[in-house]
């Protein structure tokens, strides 16, 4: 079964937009990360946030974490056309669960020029 | 560094045959998964090792997939027999798992399989 869950499921921008998209999972983490996967291509990481961390930056991208919600946003900044690709949230489970990465079904995100 | 290489890219089977796909984790890399991904899902974990003991192996439909990681370096997947709902891309990742510093997985570009 799948953690993460992204919301939403598609989102169309244009270059220069912010895109913002949201995960929320179901059990305690030791970190939530994400990943963007282009077309016919493996994921690549992004970045990785721990559960006693609350926001995190990387270049454009901004990652906000609530574990008292439950949730994480992920927002891209004056997004690009190379910015095109699916987003995927995985949760790292805490304690027994350690080391299981689980994906969510991710946000199909496509940046116009 | 070198990435995580994967062999092959695209395979095409008909149901019942066996096929078997290919893993070069990144050099030193303890940690191998094995994931799943059919069309417009999320990957799912097919099965973990760490080194070449396998960690979890939970959603491994055992009946018909078997994986190793022989010297605890590259590892196979092997399918056998195939059936329809198997079609997917079979992603390899590594990390370099350390319980006190949080690694993200590399993944390789993963061997699309069609079965007819």
């Known amino acids: 079964s799948q953690q993460g869950e992204e919301d939403p499921q598609a989102l169309s921008i244009q270059e220069g937009e912010n895109a913002t998209m949201n995960c929320s999972y179901k059990?305690?983490?030791?970190?939530l990360q994400w990943y963007r996967q282009n077309s016919g291509r493996g994921l690549v990481h992004l970045i990785l946030i721990r559960s006693n961390e609350r926001e995190k930056h990387s270049g454009r991208l901004r990652v906000t974490l609530d574990t008292s919600k439950k949730s994480s946003s992920l927002l891209i900044t004056a997004s690009r056309a190379a910015d095109t690709a699916s987003y995927f949230c995985?949760?790292?489970?805490?304690?027994?669960?350690?080391?299981?990465?689980?994906f969510g079904a991710g946000t199909q995100v496509v940046v116009t020029p | 560094e070198a990435g995580v290489a994967q062999s092959p890219r695209y395979k095409i089977i008909e149901k019942r045959q066996s096929v078997a796909f290919w893993c070069n984790p990144i050099?030193?890399?303890?940690?191998l998964y094995w994931y799943q991904q059919i069309l417009g899902q999320g990957p799912k974990l097919l099965i973990q090792f760490q080194n070449n003991g396998v960690v979890d192996d939970s959603q491994l439909p055992k009946d018909r997939f078997s994986a190793e990681r022989l010297k605890g370096v590259d590892s196979t997947l092997k399918i056998q027999p195939a059936k329809l709902e198997d079609s997917a891309v079979y992603l390899c990742?590594?990390?370099?798992?350390?319980?006190?510093?949080?690694?993200?997985?590399?993944f390789g570009n993963g061997t699309r399989l069609t079965v007819t």
């Open positions: 995985a949760t790292d489970g805490a304690t027994d669960s350690w080391g299981k990465l689980q």
């Open positions: 990742a590594s990390s370099a798992r350390d319980r006190l510093y949080n690694s993200p997985l590399h």
């Open positions: 059990t305690s983490i030791n970190n």
């Open positions: 050099s030193g890399h303890a940690t």
